[in-house]
């Protein structure tokens, strides 16, 4: 579903990704750890197509399409969802405005018919329900007044209706609470594991993985993946820290 | 608002207007005078959407009896010169209320200017006003606000905001506050940005064209303003007004 070989990219014009090299298929579940600064959200910056983020080398090919050739919002309607480890507040839109317009700019973009109203709210209570959010809350601005767990459940309810193929998901661990954490969790195996589907989950800690259990995990050091292995080499890396792995 | 002579910038209510245009229509009509009764509350609306090229300029002198209310929604949308002044004096206890938007493109200037007096004690005032400028356009907000000596416990407050789409565009706000009471409440904000990119990006990372994005967080910029308007066709046909004015302003084009 993703192919990413030997990736370099610039954050105003400093080089982060150095040769960055990841394939995941449909129906599995990838993990990215590292230590800080290693250029784990600079990959998921890059990969969504943020401004500032400029591929220097390498490709990526998304479901046989090449990835550079799309903009952020094609890349967003050809299947690909980015959580952000900071969710954007936007005063003044209600998180259903701006849902229900960002999915039906996407269907058109895929030549389908935009979802009456009526599914649209059907869809979204549903998909609401599953983290555990009410459509009162929906109905606020986007993000804003929410906390930073709740952010994160905004995300995953964003997740859950706009239906990616592949969901990049930078740090939405972080800011949880135990509980927050096995809802988000339980959340993202719902929404995503299926065998069409797949999941990239950046995180520093392994808490994440007790939820979502990954097929593989790969540790991210100075802009390249530098070690790969299954789900035990989170633990390895919970017990013996970064610095011995990049070592 | 009264002089006979043809206006220059010299003259501080005129600093950032366009006064060779004024020249075409000078003298102005008389301003429309509103009276409003103690304990009454009174509404008026302006959808000031002007054809091309037009020059506009009206003024409002207003009195607000004791306990009176005054609430004014504004939308300053047409003509090369848009220019609208409230001259407000406020009874004791009274209350004056302004939202207004100031949407242009082009060469257009459009001008909100208030003067808002404080006459007696205890009177409020709230005025927000939202701009959004594209091109060589310039949006100015001029709000003085006077309060006298015995007018303790006034609450005057100015909340202003604009956008700039283009960096050839120009926004001015300039609060003036004259204070001669020791007891009051004056307060007053001003800021001028632009689009924020990282909001842009958010939306784009949810699938929404960069055109719909705009438009999106623009609407976000003045959504509110008109939402107190007690009738709701007159509502519908500011919020109507004022998408089909940032549809024009064509901003796909400019800012892709």
Redesign the interface.
């Known amino acids: 579903m993703l192919h990413i070989t030997d990736l370099q990219s610039t954050v105003a014009d400093k080089p982060i990704l150095k040769g960055l090299s990841l394939s995941i298929n449909a129906g599995e579940i990838h993990a990215i750890m590292g230590p800080n600064g290693a250029g784990k959200s600079t990959l998921a910056y890059t990969l969504g197509g943020r401004p500032n983020y400029d591929v220097t080398g390498g490709s990526v090919d998304f479901d046989g399409q090449d990835l550079f050739d799309l903009a952020p919002h094609e890349r967003a309607a050809a299947g690909l969802f980015l959580g952000f480890q900071y969710p954007v507040e936007i005063p003044g839109v209600s998180n259903l405005q701006f849902l229900r317009e960002a999915l039906n700019s996407q269907r058109k973009s895929r030549g389908e018919e935009p979802l009456s109203g009526g599914a649209f709210i059907k869809l979204a209570k549903e998909k609401a329900g599953l983290l555990g959010m009410d459509m009162e809350m929906l109905k606020r601005p986007v993000n804003v007044g929410f906390s930073g767990g709740e952010k994160k459940r905004a995300e995953m309810v964003q997740m859950g209706i706009l239906d990616p193929k592949l969901a990049i998901l930078d740090e939405t661990d972080s800011g949880l609470d135990i509980d927050a954490l096995r809802i988000v969790g339980a959340g993202i195996n719902t929404i995503m594991r299926a065998p069409d589907k797949a999941v990239l989950l950046i995180t520093h800690y392994q808490r994440l993985l007790d939820y979502v259990k990954p097929d593989f995990v790969h540790v991210l050091a100075g802009g390249r993946i530098v070690k790969s292995g299954g789900p035990e080499l989170a633990l390895e890396l919970e017990r013996e820290g970064y610095a011995e792995i990049v070592a | 608002m009264t002089a006979v002579a043809l206006p220059t910038r010299r003259s501080e209510e005129w600093r950032y207007s366009d006064v060779e245009s004024v020249a075409s229509i000078w003298p102005v009509a008389a301003p429309d005078v509103i009276v409003v009764g103690a304990g009454e509350d009174v509404a008026r609306t302006l959808l000031q959407d002007a054809a091309d090229g037009a020059v506009i300029v009206r003024d409002f002198a207003v009195t607000i009896g004791a306990g009176g209310t005054f609430r004014a929604h504004l939308l300053n949308i047409g003509g090369q010169l848009g220019r609208v002044t409230f001259d407000v004096t406020l009874g004791r206890g009274a209350h004056f209320d302004l939202n207004a938007a100031i949407i242009g493109g082009g060469t257009q200037t459009l001008e909100v200017v208030t003067v808002v007096t404080h006459a007696e004690p205890e009177a409020t005032s709230q005025q927000t006003v939202r701009s959004i400028l594209a091109d060589h356009a310039t949006g100015s907000y001029l709000g003085r606000i006077a309060v006298a000596r015995d007018a303790q416990k006034t609450d005057a407050a100015q909340s202003v905001k604009a956008m700039l789409l283009d960096r050839t565009a120009t926004a001015n706000a300039k609060p003036e506050l004259e204070i001669f009471a020791d007891d009051v409440k004056c307060a007053h904000g001003a800021t001028v940005g632009e689009l924020?990119?990282?909001?842009l990006?958010?939306?784009?990372?949810?699938?929404?064209?960069?055109k719909?994005?705009r438009t999106?967080?623009l609407?976000?910029?003045i959504?509110?303003l008109f939402d107190d308007m007690a009738d709701e066709a007159e509502r519908e046909r500011f919020e109507a007004a004022a998408l089909a004015k940032l549809a024009a302003l064509n901003m796909a084009e400019k800012l892709a």
């Open positions: 924020d990119s990282q909001a990006f958010y939306c784009a990372s949810r699938g929404l064209d960069p719909s994005a999106l967080l609407q976000a910029f959504a509110g």
